[in-house]
């Protein structure tokens, strides 16, 4: 998927379930997340729209979402971070992925992973839930002090304000070994078994599997300002 200036949104690849067919009349949208199988969008006036795979429910939107203003797309099921600092989920449950953490408020981020989901909230503590077969739960004792968050396939990343990342989960691929001499990272993203990472000087960093090259980072790749990881890539 692809979010154009002028809030239009574009999708290629895969279509089995038309999730790169947008919407007729979609326009004036601000934010984009892209799932197995189906398609999120905020618009400017803060609902949200879904397209695509509905085999449990992913493109039900609850009725009456509004004031949206970040989203994340899983495997099965999806997550909505609201202005006043609630989340909603949808779609797939059997993992427990949208029965949200108790105690959990004020949250200012989101990640949808395979089976599971990470919430950060304004003090910085990260609430974890749905499947925890590979530790992807288990939030590190003390762990604090964290601005970004990010959920893969059975594991889970987060960032801290010192630019220092944290992985805890299924490691089966080294995906949760972070290398050493990162240097000072400013955003993270997780894959199915892979993580990346992106260096304030404009680098980015890649760990876990490798099967499909997805770990490649291209050489002599500088000033980077975003990253992001499919399952495989």
């Not at 400017?44 to 203003?69: F, I, K, M, S, Y």
């Not at 981020?109 to 590979?134: K, M, P, Y």
Request: aromatic share 6%.
């Amino acid at each position: 998927l692809a979010l154009k200036d002028d809030g239009v949104v574009l999708g290629w690849g895969q279509n089995w379930y038309g999730e790169t067919t947008t919407p007729h009349g979609l326009e004036n949208v601000k934010a984009i997340a892209a799932g197995d199988g189906f398609s999120m969008a905020i618009k400017q006036d803060g609902t949200a729209v879904a397209w695509g795979r509905n085999v449990l429910g992913e493109t039900l939107v609850p009725d009456g979402l509004a004031n949206v203003r970040a989203i994340s797309a899983g495997a099965c099921h999806c997550l909505a971070l609201q202005e006043n600092g609630t989340i909603q989920a949808w779609g797939g449950y059997d993992e427990g992925q949208t029965a949200l953490s108790r105690g959990l408020v004020d949250a200012i981020a989101i990640s949808a992973g395979g089976d599971h989901s990470l919430a950060l909230t304004q003090n910085g503590q990260v609430f974890a839930w749905g499947d925890g077969q590979n530790g992807q739960l288990e939030v590190p004792e003390g762990l604090g002090d964290v601005v970004m968050v990010a959920a893969g396939g059975c594991h889970s990343l987060a960032l801290k304000s010192d630019g220092t990342v944290k992985a805890w989960g299924n490691n089966i691929f080294g995906q949760t070994s972070v290398p050493s001499g990162l240097g000072r990272i400013k955003a993270i993203a997780a894959g199915e078994d892979h993580s990346l990472a992106l260096a304030e000087d404009g680098t980015v960093h890649a760990w876990g599997r490798h099967d499909k090259g997805q770990i490649d980072v291209p050489p002599g790749l500088r000033g980077v300002k975003a990253i992001s990881a499919g399952a495989f890539f």
